[in-house]
C-alpha cells in the first residue's frame, strides 16, 4: 500500500497543471510534463510496462513491479491528471469563451518561456552535431506551426477509427507542443467521444457508448505505452536531437495560442465548434497591455520556478557526501 508523503503533494499538483492543459484543444499536456521538469521521468515509467513487468506480475513479486513503473510516481501524477481534469473542465471553458485573450496570453507566456528552457538544454547539450539538432529543431517548428493550424477532417463512426484516434491522440498528448485533444477534433473524434466521457461521469451511456470509450482507451493504452518506448529509446541515444524536435515542436504550437484572435464562426454557440483566426493588434491599446503584462508575467514564473530548482539542486548535489 502506497502511503502519501508530504512530497506526494507536489506530485499531485503537477498532475493537476497537466491534467488542465489536456483538456485544452491546443495545448499540451507534454509541454507542462517539461515545464514542472518530469518529462523524461513520465516517458520512462510509461516505457516499462512490458514483458519485463508481466515477468515480475506472475512471479508476485508486487514491489519489484511496483519500482519498475515507478508506481508511487505514477498513483499520485495520474491523481492529480484526473483532478485537473475534472476540477478545470468547465472553468477553461469560461476562461476559453469569456476571456479568451487574456487566457491565451498567460498559456502564451508559459510555453514561451518553457521553449527558451529547453533550448538552452539543448545548446548546453555536447552531444551529436550542433548544426543537424537545430536544424532538426526547425523542421519540428515549422511542422507544428502546420499541423495546428490545419482544418478538422472528417470522422467515421466505426470501432476501429476510434482505436486509431486514441492511439494518435495520446502520442499527441504526450508530445510537448502538440495537444492531444486538438489531434483528437482534427480526426473528427473529439465532439463524440467528450460527449460519451461527460454522460458517463452522470451514468447515462448506452451499450454502443460504452463499447466506444472502451475501445478508445485501449487504442490510447497501445499508444502510450508503444510511442513511450520509442521516446525513451530516442532520448537515451539521441538526446540532444530529441530534445531539439521537442523544443520546435514547442515553438510551433506558440501559433495555437496566439492571444490576438478574431473569431471565423460567428452564430457558433459552442466553444468545440468555433474557428479563430489570429489577428495582430489594431493598436496598443489597455488589453494588448494587459496580455504583454500577462504573457510577461507567466515567464517570469516560469523561469523563476526553474531558476529555483536549478540552485536547490546544486545545494542538494553539493550537501551530498562523494563516494
Sequence with gaps: MIRPEPRDALMVLRGFLMGSADIVPGVSGGTVALIVGIY?????AISRFDGELVKLLLA???RGAAARVDLRFLAFLGIGIAAGIAALASSMEYLLTEQRTFTLAVFFGLILASTILVARMVAADQGGVPVARWLAGLVA??????LVGHDQLGGYDHLAYYFVCGMFAICAMILP???GAYILWMLGAYEHVTSIIKNAVHFQFTIRDATV??????GCAVGLIGFAKVLRWLLSKAHALTMAVLCGFMAGSLRKVWPFQVETTVGVEELKHKRFKNV?????DSTAIACLALAIG???AVLTIEWWATRRLKADAAATPSG
Design 40 to 44: 523524461e521521468r513520465l516517458v520512462t
Design 213 to 218: 470509450l472502451a475501445v478508445f482507451a485501449c
Design 280 to 284: 495582430m493588434p489594431a493598436e496598443i
Design 298 to 300: 507567466a515567464m517570469a
Design 141 to 146: 517548428a515549422g511542422f507544428a506551426f502546420w
Design 60 to 62: 508476485r513479486d508486487l
Design 177 to 179: 507542443g502538440i495537444s
